[in-house]
């Protein structure tokens, strides 16, 4: 199993100097990823927490890549209906390509709706719109001048450089359509569900790549938060994720006051519970 550790882009803790020595701490300590949280309009009523202060993920990921030298950055997740295709593709593009191939594109459908009226997008067509942008993501990826022509999105050939190998596709969400998406799209599944009901679900995906003749390096990933005051039931808690199929552990610390506070727990994950 990897593991992964969130980086708030949110709140006070979305200060420069805090989020360059959590990064830092988290590269230290031997993490495969840092990963960010994707909002960019908050209603006042859900600011609780972060005041509703966020830091585009995109930029902040752009921003890891020159802060960093190791570790890999991801977004858990980038909600696709918010952002033009073809302009999300650049962008992804630009950090693969300045952060040496680190990026990872967790990636999803949204779901505050308040969020999706102020963006002025149609929350019922976030499945559609996810769909065709993961076309594009990948047509853009495969060509380096060839017109699309979709659903949705249509562009005459243009020069897509650069062009970086493109970063693995984890799809986020629970039900049908999300692992639909994430056997055509994906190179793993990203959802939020608790161990026993991932269980059952990650073998049915398992069982659909296998009829597809993929698998293999596909991953499963769960985003938790840990008490570590008990390290033993710290251990049994990732032990079974690991049995419920999960291969990727990103490690959500909540509202930790400060990079200090970060650090330590940090790192008492990697040394006390981490396998």
């Known amino acids: 199993m990897k593991y992964g550790i969130a980086i708030r882009n949110m ?19 031997g993490f495969d990823a840092l990963f960010v949280s994707d909002h960019l309009c908050i209603p006042p009523d859900d600011a ?4 509703g202060r966020y830091l585009d993920v995109l930029a902040a990921l752009a921003w890891f890549a020159g802060a960093t030298e190791r570790i890999r950055l991801g977004v858990s997740v980038l909600v696709l209906p918010y952002r033009p295709a073809v302009l999300t593709a650049k962008q992804i593009a630009t950090i693969q390509e300045l952060s040496g191939g680190r990026m990872i ?3 999803g459908v949204g779901w505050m ?4 009226e102020a963006l002025g997008v149609e929350k019922r067509m976030r499945g ?18 060839e ?7 249509k562009f005459p050939p243009f020069v ?19 692992l639909e998406r994430a056997i055509e799209f994906g190179d793993g599944w990203h959802p939020m ?49 690991r049995a419920a199929g999960a291969t990727y552990f990103i490690l959500d610390l909540g509202r930790y006051a400060d990079a200090r506070v970060f650090a330590e727990r940090a790192e008492a994950f990697m040394a006390k519970v981490a396998e």
Not at 15 to 26: E, P
Not at 136 to 143: K, M, N, P, T
Not at 147 to 153: A, D, I, K, N, S
């Open 11 to 29: 709140g006070p803790q979305s200060s420069r100097a805090t989020m360059r020595d959590c990064a830092a701490a988290a590269e230290r300590l």
């Open 48 to 51: 609780e927490g972060s005041g």
């Open 105 to 107: 594109l967790g990636a």
């Open 113 to 116: 709706r308040r969020e999706f």
């Open 128 to 145: 559609r719109i996810s769909n065709e942008t993961l076309r594009v993501i990948r047509h853009l990826f495969a060509h380096d001048a």
């Open 147 to 153: 017109g699309y022509t979709g659903e949705l999105v």
């Open 160 to 178: 897509f450089a650069p062009r970086p190998p493109c970063p693995p596709i984890w799809i986020g969400g629970n039900g049908a359509p999300a």
């Open 193 to 241: 569900l608790p161990a026993d009901k991932l269980a059952p679900m990650a073998a049915e995906l398992k069982a659909k790549l296998a009829a597809r003749g993929r698998g293999g390096d596909f991953e499963i990933v769960v985003r938790r938060g840990m008490r570590l005051d008990d390290l033993a039931a710290a251990r049994a808690a990732l032990a079974a994720e």
